[in-house]
């Protein structure tokens, strides 16, 4: 009953939303152009980024910064979905609003501690800034794990940086820190999922468990070819959650020699079908045949039904993806890729 | 308010940056659109570092930094050499002392968890040393997180490791492993998979384990003795350097609070800085006169703004108990520039209606007592004195109409009525609570022509319906029903009344094209003359009802009064049903509470309702943007 009063006013508003995304007509054409100013002034004059571009407009145009903006505009849907949600899904969507501020987080501990690229985090961070609880002038200034530490204090996964600072000083790698950061944000995920309705469980699962379980496969096989990991340590390490794999499954995955015979271990036949494909691609892009995937799913779901949070998740996902692909565009045309290249790098081109 | 700019040589730009935050009183804007030639150029604040140096110094020395009276006398520029050469001891001194700290903190850590391990074989006498030793097992010591635990249980099952849980409280769990030797690496790295924590057993350890337990509880002991030292390490530090802190610490302050302010709001080109602002005329004045005096070659310039080009921000002072009903205006927002704020008149309205629906004085004294414990911070999770001063005029307000009334605790009959019954003189108060309404309308319609005539807004002055014409087409209407009341006549003919509201009407329907006549352009409107017709006949439809309900709207004051009587009448009523005196006071009590926080929440939405929706809506625009001056802060 409650899922009666709960959606249709956000689901409404989203939909009128959904028909201003762009449509195949503008990929093809921000395919075609020529320079990071045009598809800029593509993007201002024809569609609805148009109020995020506002500041950069009439100034000369770089890529970064084109990007930054964009990707701002997505974690800008967070404000004014707040405004349509009641207060459980508010904490589920803040929730999965912070996969941004993890991922802003993984940038910083690589940047400042591997790389220090000047100016690169103000560039690149999208999420983390709009964080109350931290002085993120001080977060751009640190220079070691524990300046880190100091800033981030008072956010939920500082534990997890204390855990590891020990650890971190010892092998300066944060391969671990990144798991577990990864880790935790799908585990109160799920957790904040257990308390939906039976059908918005469904959908949570399609959505994201789908997303997990593609996850998981691509670490799996990756670890595969690239490093020699024992089965128990691969099974510590993946997202303990799983969806149309079970956890047998997962088991024999993990015990495998040979990454091309993961697929025998799979019995859900569309993932199968799948790792097959991108297993057998020449281009080695891996990733973009499960995002493909999701997002062929999210295309159905996006219309099926109008009470439950599909809409929600399905619009979000969609927003990334669109924004995704929009970047690949934006990136393939400043190094002057051939259109057809562009195109196959593209999450909707269908695999 | 006025616009200034101010446009100088680079080099006193950090004075005149002073002098702005020195004032206090002044608001500079971010990135105007300047000549092209001036840049947002940032210009490296070397300060910062320092000054986040000291402020952590002063936070591990228990220091407090107060920032509101700073002076800003005596700044002499110290050099950053000066600067690092005063820090750089005092914060090795403290690095020292924490570093020491962490490792006491760790070697605790260690010895607790030495001793949940040890203390499971507290009754077995071997010697520990003999089991690191052993020549075809290893044995490993650590501890997980619960979570972490019950993951590594299931996914361990390929190598021939054993995992024993020995001990374990909410959050963790402690355990030994056993693995052969030839399986200790990939023993090593599945821990690690789940980040375990390892915990070594101490080298020189050759006793059994109830010695080891007793020697680790030894030095817990010391430990803490340790730790008091550090403790009287830090006050003496604290002790001797105080004053030269807080010293550095102003200066750094202000030093890079200026560079922080030159670097957001000036442009810069190669050899000027130019900024913009706002500045209340009679700050100004002063103002220009120390910067013309004190550095001729800065140039100043100001310029009354046109109100429609560009919106001031609005200065907006009231006394303190004013600020708190302040509050809830700005619910509705912030006065324009230029525009009467309504936070006196609205907190008067507040109290008067407040009173005359909750006029109690036994729960008026509640009010009035909840208030002063607020305000003297004596109820801990209200810490907004603003929420006193509500309380208290509020109760002292419903306090006064109380005994008007003759009301104590909803009783009507235990003190005589100083004015009026209002429950007996049911059809007398309604109209005495319109007629009151009627006043504040009329009232918020002055305040609507004051307010156009002050902005210039002439046509709104003559012709909207809060305007000249509406306010005579009110009055107009009011002496006429009441002299139709009064003495069964109109004021004037029939016909002739008929003509002046006609009249009256007219002019509000053709407010947009009488306006652009006043102001000098012609007699029409700017939108299609079709649509113009159909939509102020809407609105002069809506007006003309608007007259009457925004009036009618104010029977609710009364029917609250009356409300409050048979609330209180129904109290009553079930503490007398009761035989027992105890209970019958227990039902007073009780349902006197329920009255006022039902009625007391109640009244005060509805007197909301009636302040924004008749009374805001005729002069107040609320569209505003506070004033917010730079300061140190």
Redesign the interface.
Known sequence: MAALFQYPAINAKLKALSSKMLKEEDFQNLIELNSVQEAFNYLYDNTYYHKDLEDISGQEIHRRQLELNLKKSLVFSEDFLNKYLSSDLKNFVEHYFKKFEIEDLKIILRTILMENEEDYLSDNLIYIDRNQKINFN?LI?ASSYEEIQEVLKELHYAEILD??AE?YQQNKNLF?IEM?LDFHYFSRLNDLAAEFSNKDQKYFNKIIGTQIDLLNIQWIYRIKKYYN?????I???II?FHFKITREELRKMS?VDNPNNLVKQISYAPYQRLLEKAVEDVNNIFERFFLNYIFMQLQQIKSESFFTISNILAYLYLREYELRDIITIIEGIRYSLPDDRIKNFLIRKEV | MKKFQILGLKNKIDLITEEIVKNSQIELLKKEKINKDFKYDQVENFY?PYF?RLNKIMDSLNLDQEIKNINFEQLNKFSLEELEDFINPIEKKINKLERITKKLDAEEKRLNNLIRHVYVMRNIDIELQSLKNLSYVTLIFGSLSQERYK??I??????PILVLKVNEDQERVWFFTFAKKNYQQ?AL??LN???FNRIELPDRVKEQPKDILNQSRHRLDKIEIIRDQIKLEFKKLKHRYQQHLFEYYRQALIFNRITDVNNSFYGKSDYFFITTGWISEENETEFEKLISNKYPEVLYSSQEVEFAEEEPPTIIENPDWIKSFSSLVKLYGLPKYGEIDPSLFFALSYILLFGIMFGDLGQGLIFVLLGLAVYKNKIKFITDQGIGYILISLGSSSMLFGTFYGSIFGMEDLIPALLIRPMENIMVWLGFTVMIGIFLLIISMIFNLFNSFKNKDYKEAFFSDSGLSGLILYLFLLSNLAAYGLQNSLLIPLPLTLAVVIILLLLIFFKEPLGNLLVGKKFSVDKKISEYLLESIFELFDSALGYLSNTLSFLRVGAFTLNHVGLSMAVIILSEMVSNSAGSLLILIAGNIVIMVLEGVVVGIQILRLEFFEIFSKFYSGSGREFKPLNIE
């Not at chain 1, 990991?229 to 340590?233: R, T, V, Y």
């Not at chain 2, 299931?154 to 190598?159: L, Q």
Request: glycine fraction near 4%.
């Open positions: 001080n200034q855990e590891f650890q671990q577990t990991l024992s089965s128990g340590e099974l510590n390490y303990p015990q | 910062k986040n993951r590594l299931e996914n361990v099952t390929e190598i990939k790295d599945i998979s789940v980040n």
